[in-house]
């Protein structure tokens, strides 16, 4: 069995012997496995489907279902929340297209309501503009009422696991 210093089930270092403990099973503080990659960190251990968004207890790194990678919570820019070209004006159109939409990263676009989808994930524990609502406003533009896109920005950090 192996020494399970964090208590999460999962034990690490070499292999050790207990006198007086039955077959197929492990006391407190041990564990039949030893593929814990970090054992002073209850949140790492193999198999991990949560993320976090701060460094792992055992000096660091971001891997904490031990799969020998750092795996990132989102990783796409938002889709959807176009604006359709409409009355000949093609920069940006009018008519918002909501239909499609999912959240994700995003970056200002080129005035102070439009966003972009950003399609290069931010690090682990790293913050950034995220859209993660699409909805319309009807505005009095050059050719009429049109409905142009609201876009729900929040600053998102990322996980990891
Ligand atoms: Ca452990
Ligand atoms: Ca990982």
Redesign the pocket.
């Given at each position: 069995m192996f020494t399970?210093?964090?208590?999460?089930?999962?034990?690490?270092g070499a292999s050790v012997n207990r006198c007086g403990t039955a077959a197929g099973a492990a006391p407190t503080g041990f564990?039949l496995v030893g593929t814990?990659c970090c054992?002073t960190d209850?949140n790492a251990?193999p198999g991990q489907t949560a993320y976090f968004t701060g460094l792992r207890g055992c000096g660091g790194g971001y891997d904490y279902n031990c799969n020998g990678a750092d795996n990132l919570q989102f990783t796409a820019g938002f889709t959807g929340c176009t604006h359709a070209s409409s009355c000949g004006v093609p920069a940006y159109g009018y008519e918002c297209v909501t239909t499609g939409f999912t959240p994700g990263w995003a970056n200002p676009g080129g005035s102070s309501f439009i966003w972009v989808a950003d399609a290069t994930p931010p690090a682990c524990g790293a913050m950034q503009s995220w859209v993660n609502t699409c909805n319309t406003w009807s505005g009095v533009f050059a050719c009429g009422v049109h409905n142009y896109c609201n876009f729900g920005v929040i600053t998102q950090t990322q996980g990891c696991r």
């Amino acid at each position: 069995m192996f020494t399970d210093g964090d208590g999460d089930n999962f034990g690490a270092g070499a292999s050790v012997n207990r006198c007086g403990t039955a077959a197929g099973a492990a006391p407190t503080g041990f564990s039949l496995v030893g593929t814990d990659c970090c054992d002073t960190d209850l949140n790492a251990f193999p198999g991990q489907t949560a993320y976090f968004t701060g460094l792992r207890g055992c000096g660091g790194g971001y891997d904490y279902n031990c799969n020998g990678a750092d795996n990132l919570q989102f990783t796409a820019g938002f889709t959807g929340c176009t604006h359709a070209s409409s009355c000949g004006v093609p920069a940006y159109g009018y008519e918002c297209v909501t239909t499609g939409f999912t959240p994700g990263w995003a970056n200002p676009g080129g005035s102070s309501f439009i966003w972009v989808a950003d399609a290069t994930p931010p690090a682990c524990g790293a913050m950034q503009s995220w859209v993660n609502t699409c909805n319309t406003w009807s505005g009095v533009f050059a050719c009429g009422v049109h409905n142009y896109c609201n876009f729900g920005v929040i600053t998102q950090t990322q996980g990891c696991r």
